[in-house]
C-alpha cells in the first residue's frame, strides 16, 4: 500500500505484520514493526530511506507502481542499518547514476555493507538540499542510534524525517500517532527508547536541544519504524528528553530466576516485604526465564530500583538471570538502585556474584544481599519479609 501523507509526500514503506524479534533475537516485536520510507516531490523528487532487505524486490516493484524510479532525483540514506537501507542494492540497479545522499560515517557503513560504489554526496549538519520550492536541511545525529545516523528537515511543510529517532516497533494500517491505540503506543515507544537508546542518553539529550534551538517549526514527526506523529508531534520529542534524564518511577522491579521454586519464594516474601514497608511503591515481579527479556528491561528503565535473585548452580548464577545481567550492563542505567537475593544448598555463591555485577552495571547497592539455604522455612520467609522492609525504607 502506499498513501498520502501530504499531497507531495507519499509513504512508500512497509508494514510488516509477522516480525516477531529483530536485531537477530535481540529484541522482541510483540506488535510487529513498519519501515518507512518517504517520496517527496517537488520540482526535483527525493525518496527518503527505502526498507529492510527481504522485503526489496517487493519494495523497488511496488515503488515503480508508484512513480517512474527515473523520475527520482535524489535518493536519501538517513542511516545505513539494512532495516533502512537493505533494498538500496535492488533500487540502484534501476538507476545507478542517481546520488546518494549520506553522513560520512553513513558512505562507509554502505560501502562497507553492499560493496558498492555509488554516486555518494557527504553532508553534514546544515547542508541544504533543493527540491524546487523547498529544500531539505540536513542535521547529523550521531549515535542515535548509530554513528552514522542523521535528520532531515523539509522547509515549507515543516517535517522532520528523524529515522529511527522518536519511532517505534509497532505495526498498524492507521500510521497516524493520534488514530492508534494510545496505551499501545506509549508502550511501544518507551520500550524502544529503554532497550536501543539508553545508553546513548546524553546524546539524547544534547541533539534534541540542538535541535530545538533551531527555533524551526515541526508539524510532522515521520520516523522511520512505526506511526507519523502529526498530532501535537513534539510530545515524543518532550517525552525523549524525559527518558533521557535519568528517568525513574517509584517502581521496584524484582528479577528472579529459580530451579525448585524457593528462589521464587523468596522473591515473593520479598515483595511483600517491600509492600509493608512503603505502600505507594509499585513492585513487580519477573522470573526471567519465563518473561520476555526486552519488557523486563523497559521495567528496569521505570524502576528507582532492582532486586535480583537466583540460586547458586555450579558456584554460580542460573543462565536467565546472568543474561539479563549482561544486558543491563551493556545499557548502562543510571541512578538506580539494587540489591541481590538467593537460595542455596552448600557453597551459596550467586549473591555475591549478582551483587558485582549489578555494580559493573552502575547500580548503587543497598547492602550485601540476602542468601537462605534450601527452602526458605518461617523463620526463612521472616528474613526475607524483612529485607523487603528494609529496602523499601532504603530505597524510598
Not at 520550492?133 to 523539509?154: G, Q, V
Not at 529511527?164 to 496505551?183: I, K, P, T
Not at 547458586?312 to 548464577?317: E, H, R, V, W
Request: proline fraction near 3%.
Amino acid at each position: 500500500m502506499s498513501f498520502k501523507i501530504k499531497d507531495n509526500i507519499t509513504w512508500v514503506g512497509k508494514v510488516d505484520w509477522e516480525l516477531r524479534k529483530f536485531h537477530g533475537e535481540e529484541y522482541s516485536t510483540h506488535k510487529g514493526s513498519t519501515y518507512n520510507s518517504y517520496l517527496v516531490r517537488d520540482k526535483k523528487t527525493a525518496l527518503i530511506d527505502t526498507v529492510w532487505t527481504p522485503f526489496a524486490k517487493e519494495y523497488v516493484t511496488f515503488l515503480r507502481q508508484e512513480t517512474d524510479l527515473k523520475s527520482i532525483d535524489f535518493v536519501i540514506a538517513n542511516h545505513g542499518e539494512p532495516d533502512h537501507s537493505g533494498a538500496l542494492p535492488e533500487l540502484m540497479r534501476e538507476i545507478p547514476e542517481k546520488p546518494v545522499y549520506c553522513t560520512a560515517n553513513a558512505v562507509k557503513s554502505l560501502k562497507a555493507q553492499y560493496h558498492q560504489d555509488w554516486n555518494f554526496v557527504p553532508v553534514k549538519t546544515g547542508d541544504k538540499l533543493s527540491l524546487g520550492s523547498k529544500e531539505l536541511i540536513f542535521i547529523e545525529a550521531p549515535m542515535l542510534h548509530w554513528p552514522d545516523s542523521m535528520f532531515c528537515y523539509l522547509t515549507g511543510d515543516n517535517i522532520l524525517f528523524s529515522n529511527d529517532a522518536f519511532g517505534q516497533h509497532y505495526a498498524s494500517e492507521l500510521m497516524f500517532n493520534d488514530l492508534v491505540d494510545q496505551a499501545e503506543l506509549e508502550r511501544e515507544c518507551i520500550k524502544y527508547y529503554a532497550n536501543i537508546l539508553t545508553p546513548f542518553s546524553k546524546l539524547v539529550d544534547k541533539k534534541i536541544k540542538e535541535v530545538v534551538g533551531l527555533n524551526v517549526p515541526v508539524d510532522m514527526i515521520c520516523t522511520s519504524h512505526g506511526v507519523i506523529w502529526r498530532k501535537d508531534p513534539l510530545q515524543i520529542v518532550n517525552k525523549y528528553l524525559e527518558w533521557a534524564n535519568d528517568y525513574q518511577e517509584n517502581q521496584i522491579t524484582i528479577i528472579y530466576d529459580t530451579m525448585w521454586n524457593s528462589t521464587r519464594k523468596m522473591a515473593e516474601a520479598i515483595a511483600s516485604g517491600i509492600r509493608q514497608g512503603d505502600d505507594t511503591v509499585v513492585v513487580k515481579l519477573f522470573n526471567c526465564a519465563r518473561y520476555d527479556k526486552n519488557d523486563i528491561i523497559t521495567e528496569v528503565f521505570k524502576s528507582k530500583a532492582i532486586v535480583m535473585g537466583s540460586p547458586t548452580i555450579n558456584k554460580g548464577i542460573l543462565s536467565a538471570v546472568a543474561g539479563i545481567l549482561e544486558e543491563m550492563r551493556g545499557l548502562g542505567f543510571k541512578n538506580k538502585k539494587a540489591a541481590a537475593f538467593g537460595s542455596y544448598g552448600w557453597s551459596g555463591e550467586s549473591v555475591k556474584m549478582i551483587s558485582e555485577k549489578l555494580k559493573e552495571g552502575g547500580f548503587a547497592l543497598a547492602n550485601d544481599g540476602l542468601r537462605e539455604m534450601w527452602n526458605p522455612d518461617k523463620q526463612g520467609r521472616e528474613n526475607c519479609i524483612n529485607f523487603g522492609k528494609t529496602l523499601a525504607s532504603t530505597f524510598k
